[in-house]
C-alpha cells in the first residue's frame, strides 16, 4: 500500500474555525474552497485534481475524455422552471461543457427518504429522461439507496458524466492570459431567486423562473466558429461573483468588470434590492463566463447573442494584482468584488 | 427534443403496493428489482442501461470503457474492519471489476451534515486515500454539498467509476450457459453482521470484521490465468441468495446450490442463528460469485483460494426452470431459495 504524506499529518483545515461542517462549507465561495484544498485535495492529491476544473480532463492514448460528480440536494424539489431531476442532469452536462467536452453519458444514482410518494419520483425522473434527451445524452446505469423517515429531504441525486473532447482546443483557468476579455453567456441569478422564491414562499412582482438548461450547444457554436476559448465556467454556487473569483487566483491575474455590463434582469434586480441580495452572489444553472483573447471577443459576442439576446461582454483580464477582482461602479468609482462567504443561499442545486 | 413514449404514460410501478418509497426498495431484493424496472429502467431506457450489470459497458471504437456509480449511506459511519470512507472506494471499485474492467479513476462526492466533526470527515478522506492506493485508483473530482443539520446522517457519499476493459473476455448474464458451475470467492455475510453488530450494539462472541476490500487482483488472476469467466457479481445488499436469484433471472437458467459447501464463518454462522437471520442474505462488501464453463472450475477455484482459503465451488447452472434459484439442504432435501425481499438489514451500504 501506497501510503502518502498527506495520510501521517493532522488535518491542515484550521480547526479553530472549521471544528464542524457549516452551511457556509457548501455555499461556494471561500469556507467551500478552503475545505475542498485542506480536506479534499490534500488527502487525495494527484496531477488530474489539482488541474482545478469542473471536471477531471482525463488524457488517454485515443484522446482526451471528461469525468464530473454532482450531488443535487436543491430544496424544494421542484421550483418555477424546473426541478431537481432537470437540474442533475443539466448540472452535470454543464460540468462536462465547461471542460470542453462533448457530454455523451450519465449515472443516476439516488437517496430516497422512506415515505417519498413513488408519484413524485416518477415526476422527477420523467423529467431527467426529458432534460437527457434535450442535452443528447444517456442515462446509463444507477443506484438507489433508501434512508429512514428525517434522515433526507425526500430525495437526493448524484448524476456523474463522461464526456469526450472532440477538438484540439485547450480549455482551463491555465490559459487565461492578460488581455482577455470575459464574457457572460446571459442574465445571471435567476436559479437562485427562483428556488429561494419558492422556498420562502415570496411573491415577486414578475415570477422568476431558473435558467437551468444545458450549455452544450452554445459551447458547440463557439468551438465551431473557432473561437479560441481560453477558459469557461458556469456560474452557480457563489454565482458570477464566485467564478470570477476564482478564474482569477486559478490564472493569477487580475480581472476587471464593469457593474453597468453584467446583465440582470428587472425582476431578479427588484427581488435583490427587497431582500438586500447582491446579484452576483446568486447561483444560475444555465450561465456561463468564457474568457476569450482580444480579438475574438466580437465574434463570442455574436455567438453567445444568437444563443441568448442577454449575453453581455462584462470585462478584460489585466496584468495587475493576481487574483484580484475588482468592480467599476456606474458612479466612476472602482471597488473590490471579494469572494462571497457563502452562506446566503443554502441548498439551491 | 426527443419525448419519448415512457413520457406519456403514468408510472409503471404498481401504486397501491408502492404509493410511497419504504426502506425494502432499497434493500436489495424484489422490491428494489421492482422500483429499478418499472422507474427507473422505464424511463432512462437505453441499451445500455438494459445491459442489467453493475456497470455501463460503453462501446468506444478505441476498445471497451465501464462507467459505474454508487451512494453509501451505512450508519454508523465507523464499523469493524472499516468504514464509510473504504466502502466508498472498495464498493465501486468492485463494481468496475464485476463488469471485467479494470478500475482507474474514481469521483467523490459528498453531502455532508451541518454540525459534523471536520476531524471524523478528515479520518473519512484519508481512510478513501488508503484504499485507492491499495485498489491502484485515482480520485480525480468531487463535489461537496452542505444540508441543514438534521437532514443527513453525518454524511453520505456517491462514488462514480471509470475502468477500461483489456481483455476479450466478455462477461454478463447473458453468457451464463447451462452446466457452468458456480464459485464463491470467500466467506459469506461477514460485512453485514459487522455493520449491524455495531449499529445494534451487539457483542459477538468472536468479533466480526467486515470483508470489505477490492477484488481487481483477485479477478485480474483469474483473467490472466485464462479463465473464461461468463459472469461476476459481488454479494452485496441482499447477499449471496440476491445474487444467485438475479443472475438466474438475468440467465433464463436454474441455479443448483448445495448448502453444506456455501462457506460460512463460525462467528457469522453463530450470530445468524441468534439473530434468525438466514447468512445467505447477508451483505458482504469483498465477495463475489464467479460462474464459469465446465472445465475451467478446477482452475478458478485454485486461483480463488490462492486469494482467500474459504472459497468455494457452491454448485451449477441447470437447463431446468428459467429463473429459479434451489438449494440442497444437508439432509438431502431441495428448497426454492427465494429472492429476499429486502428490508432485514437496512444501510448497510
Not at 162 to 176: E, F, M, Q, S, W
Amino acid at each position: 500500500m501506497n501510503e502518502t504524506k498527506a495520510l501521517e499529518i493532522a488535518c491542515p483545515l484550521p480547526l479553530n474555525d472549521h471544528r464542524h461542517i457549516k452551511l457556509a462549507h457548501g455555499g461556494g465561495g471561500r469556507m467551500m474552497q478552503q475545505l475542498i484544498e485542506d480536506v479534499f485535495v490534500a488527502a487525495f492529491d494527484n496531477p488530474v485534481l489539482r488541474g482545478g476544473h469542473d471536471g477531471a480532463v482525463l488524457e488517454f492514448p485515443h484522446g482526451r475524455s471528461v469525468l464530473t460528480t454532482d450531488s443535487y440536494v436543491v430544496r424544494p424539489l421542484f421550483f418555477p422552471g424546473g426541478d431537481i431531476g432537470a437540474l442533475a442532469v443539466n448540472g452535470t452536462v454543464n460540468d462536462l461543457t465547461m471542460c470542453g467536452a462533448e457530454p455523451l453519458f450519465l449515472t443516476a444514482s439516488f437517496i430516497l427518504e422512506e415515505g417519498l410518494e413513488t408519484e413524485k419520483l416518477w415526476r422527477v425522473v420523467k423529467s431527467m429522461r426529458s432534460a437527457a434527451d434535450a442535452a443528447g445524452v444517456s442515462i446509463v446505469t444507477g443506484d438507489t439507496k433508501v434512508v429512514e423517515r428525517g434522515h433526507g429531504d425526500g430525495m437526493y441525486i448524484n448524476t456523474s458524466g463522461v464526456g469526450r473532447i472532440n477538438h484540439d482546443t485547450r480549455v482551463g483557468p491555465k490559459r487565461i492570459a492578460a488581455g482577455d476579455v470575459i464574457l457572460v453567456s446571459g442574465d445571471i441569478g435567476r436559479h437562485g431567486m427562483a428556488v429561494m422564491g419558492e422556498r420562502e414562499g415570496l411573491a415577486f412582482t414578475t415570477p422568476i423562473e431558473s435558467d437551468c438548461m444545458p450549455l452544450w450547444s452554445t459551447v458547440h457554436a463557439m468551438l465551431s466558429a473557432g473561437i479560441d476559448i481560453h477558459c469557461m465556467r458556469d456560474a452557480t454556487r457563489g454565482g458570477l461573483c464566485a467564478v470570477l473569483n476564482e478564474l482569477a487566483r486559478g490564472s493569477s491575474l487580475q480581472f476587471d468588470v464593469d457593474e453597468r455590463d453584467i446583465p440582470i434582469s428587472e425582476s431578479v434586480r427588484g427581488a435583490c434590492e427587497v431582500l438586500g441580495l447582491d446579484a452576483t452572489h446568486v447561483a444560475c444553472e444555465g450561465r456561463f463566463v468564457a474568457i476569450v483573447p482580444r480579438g475574438d471577443e466580437e465574434r463570442a459576442l455574436y455567438v453567445l447573442k444568437s444563443q441568448n439576446e442577454s449575453a453581455s461582454m462584462i470585462g478584460r483580464v489585466l496584468d495587475g494584482e493576481p487574483g484580484l477582482v475588482t468592480i467599476r461602479t456606474p458612479i466612476g468609482g472602482r471597488r473590490i468584488l471579494d469572494m462571497p462567504a457563502g452562506e446566503l443561499l443554502p441548498r439551491i442545486c
